[in-house]
């Protein structure tokens, strides 16, 4: 009998087209059956392999094939002899593979047993023979004396090559990782990308190099590189070490999980897995004692229980941990083979969503949920359970129940590089803020969940938590399409105009950045009461705004600078949105300033979404943004690159070359202009015309080309060239000083053009001067030896970035900041005396999401790729300011966690606020003293005990001691026996600090 899909399996020939359009068109072919396509999942079943299907029709002309389908047709077959010796005629034709599947019993807990067979649960029929997973393997191996290889439940292949089946066991083991991805710009390797693709396929699939005979591309590569090693190393620059670093230890792992599942000998394994072996371990002795170590763990039944509630994948509950299937090559190796006992025997539950992974007995779940992808809440329709002492395997069906149970926090089930994590992890983060989430409501199955969602008045769109329109006031005709049929919340946009007693953030940050000048226009599109437009006419400017419901008749002028801060969020129509975008883009001459709400991780916030946005309880709208959907919907309707001031405000520069020069001044660190220390006769004599030579040096690091710098005629005329100048400054300074000032901007230019890289995307290359404005490449060029050798540094200093061990090294040995158990702080002015890799990797966050413009501090996390600013607002004049609030970026899923402590009652306070900030800080000399006293004192011996309010003055207290204007002094209400034992502690604690300094 013929495959049951001619155009996937067997290999045909070509058809040609006829002209003829009356030919009738063959019918669509049927999908292929479960075993079928299981094989062409595999890679066992594809165009280059011949296929039989022996099931059905036995009068159908059979002959040789690769790979040979047997499925479903044993348990019809009730003489035994008969169904024996069709099993052997199959296996007689298979040359590489036959498929044996068949139905199989498995208990169900509602009605005794249940029958699964084509990927269906059925009732058992009479007159069919069953077998149990397990039962159908010891049939197969006994009569064809073979050893078949389970694939899923009920279904299993027979090889005909050993090596080919122990291979497909270990694919089976082996994590999903895709080959790392080449920085651009590196000449050599693009132009042999083709060549050394295969190198790169091979070892993101073995996690080592290839042996001879191995690679067909092996003689290409040796003739061209020499060497493998030589042409991995090319492979290594361009991707990064450690990538592959990471790719062998995982590599490692899925062997070990593969050993200890299927308990396979060493010594008869195949000759390319025994090379992975000898390759990835020391020696086959080590590898196989590893494995015995972790099965030896596996029989404590605690070290379960303590792999699942420490792990960092997965859903936590009291008795279980449960996990997407995608997730399972991301946990601890000891977990993967507990699995791995239950698939390596029942092969693969195709279907299942979840694994649950039992810590109050030994057994595993399998569990159904269809629609997970696109059901914000589904319901369980089935489940598996295995027990792991004997392999018995149990069903249960959902399906019917009018209650089944429902999942919540999908985000927690899968790893953050799922397609849908951000998706999933956005609707729970409006859930909790919402308290939908809380323990107490027992929301656990559909009907419970159902109305919870009721008694609040909310729905569930998509994935997403909106207010029904039940009870929010109405209005036909207001529909985005101007239909008077459909209903929507009437929007009261002017509600969400705020009335300032200061500048908003978007135009104070310009201001403060130095956008605006003398004769720099304003306008104000969407300026609401007005308030940004009256405080810039009062500083000058002439400046104007336009508000369509507070100045409709005002007219929208053309100035420099454009703001349209705060509009965007509140327009709850996406083509009037887009409008207001595009018209205040046509005005702006020079810089546009875009700013929108944000969407932040914050358990305080109560507000819900409707359509894309939110209703607030004003009835305005409030179309909250993730930062970077942002950036992406400014650039994409203005067709700019916008670049990020702070969270939630971007500027949008008309010139690229004024965006490249604002994007360097914020990577700038303070210089001071070196002081005349040998007084000269000749430089007193030109001091007026050398000093702006000596500032332009101070500002760039490097003499001016001719034309940048403004009076330069005169001094020409004067010394011939900038050299010549220059060299008269020397003699009246310290050489060394300028030389430092080089240094400093030589790291700043790497900083940039780091972050620049960024910017530019996967697609373009840092070799480009083009990309630069004209002065910046002339910092490049004085700088540096060559532009190609700055453009590679800043590209290895921007790799390091995303490595974490380099981060939390540099913030151990740093001598800026205050060390921390697992942290770096440093104070925001201090940020520019860090290390280059340091610098450039709070910038990723600046040059993407933008920092938080009222940060105090900066805190580098060294245990995790995150980043924290601290905002301290009595920092100069409390000696130990409490923690207002907090903004944590996790980086590596570009999230943002919002945490406001200004109404909390035991909040962070600050210690050694010296440490945080460099000895030229105005204040250091002041905080060091205080630091110093409170050393002395013993105020600072326990730090986990002072780190909140109610702690430090508990200590304070039981120190006898207050603090007035950074002093310690002895309360006046104190226990004289209490000072006096504790004059003595401090003297004591003095003389074994001594006595250790002499030692």
Known sequence: ?????????????????????????????????????????????????????????????????????LSYTLNL??????????????????????????????????SGKVVFGDGTFTPCTAGEKYFQHRQLKTYTDRVLQTDAVPTGLGVYFVFRDSSQAETFRISRFRSPIPIPAARTGIQQFEENRQLLTPLMAFFSERGRLPIAGELP??????????????????????????????ITDKRRQDILVYLACTRRPIETLPSQIQNDISALFDSRQQAGETVGEMLLSLSDTNIITACCQNSPTGKKLPGALYVHISALPALNPLLRIYEGFASATTGRIDGATLVKFSTDKPKISYLFYPDFDTNPHPALLASIQIDLPDLRIAYRDYSASDNPPVLHRKDAFVTPDYPQYETFAQLTRQEEALGLLDPARAIGTRQVWLRCLQDDGLEIEGHRVVRRLEGVPVEAGDAPDGSTNSLVPKIERHKAAIVRSELSRPVRLALEAGLFSENTTFFDYGCGYGGDVQRIAQQGHCAAGWDPYYFPNNSRTPAD?????????????????????????????????VAAQVLIDDGNSGQIAYGDGVITRRNTFQKYYEQEELK?????????????????????????????????????????????RIPSKRFEDYQEL?????????????????????????????????????????QVTDPQEWEAIAARRRQDTLVYLALKQISLGEDRSLAYPKYHAPEIQNDIKGLFGTYQEACDTASALLHSTGILSIIAKLCQTSTIGQQLPNALCVHVCALQELHAILRIYEGVVCSTIG??????????????LKISYLFYPDFDTDAHPALHTSMQIDLKHRRVTYRDYDTSDEPPVLHRKDACVTPDYPLYKTFAQLTRQEENWGLLDDLSAIRTRKGWLKCLQEHCAEIRNHKVYWRKDADPYRVKYLRSAREARRKNREAGEIN
């Open 1 to 69: 009998m013929v495959c049951k899909n001619l155009s996937l399996c067997l290999r045909l020939p070509r058809q040609t087209t006829m002209a003829d359009d009356s030919i009738p068109l063959p019918p669509e072919s049927p999908p292929p059956s479960r075993p079928v396509l299981l094989a062409q999942e595999a890679g066992i079943l594809n165009q280059d392999t011949t296929f039989l299907d022996c099931s059905g029709d036995g009068n159908t002309p059979r002959t040789p094939a690769d790979i040979v389908n």
């Open 77 to 110: 077959i009730k003489s035994p002899d008969e169904r024996r010796n069709t099993l052997r005629q199959a296996w007689a034709l298979a040359r590489q593979v036959l498929i044996v599947a068949e139905k199989v019993l498995i208990d169900d807990r509602e």
């Open 217 to 246: 591309q092996e003689p290409e590569l040796i003739a061209k590189f020499g060497t493998l090693q030589d042409a991995f190393q090319l492979i290594s620059q361009a991707t990064g070490s450690q990538q592959w670093d990471a």
């Open 561 to 593: 600078i454009v703001n349209i801060g705060y509009v965007i969020n509140v327009i709850e129509i996406p083509e009037e949105r887009r409008e207001a975008l595009i018209k205040a883009w046509e005005l702006t001459g020079r810089v546009l300033l």
């Open 632 to 676: 992406i919907y400014i650039d994409r309707i203005i067709g700019t690159d916008a670049i990020p001031a702070a969270l939630g405000i971007y500027f949008v520069f008309r010139d690229s070359a004024e965006a490249e020069i604002f994007r360097m001044s914020r990577f700038r660190s303070r210089a001071i202009t070196p002081r005349v």
């Open 690 to 730: 050398l000093q702006p030579l000596m500032a332009f040096v101070t500002e760039r690091g490097r003499l001016p080309v001719k034309g940048e710098l403004a009076g330069e005629a005169e001094l020409l005329a004067e010394f011939g060239y900038f050299r010549r100048a220059f060299q008269t400054i020397l």
């Open 851 to 864: 920092r938080m413009d009222e940060a105090t501090l900066v805190k580098f996390h060294t245990d995790a």
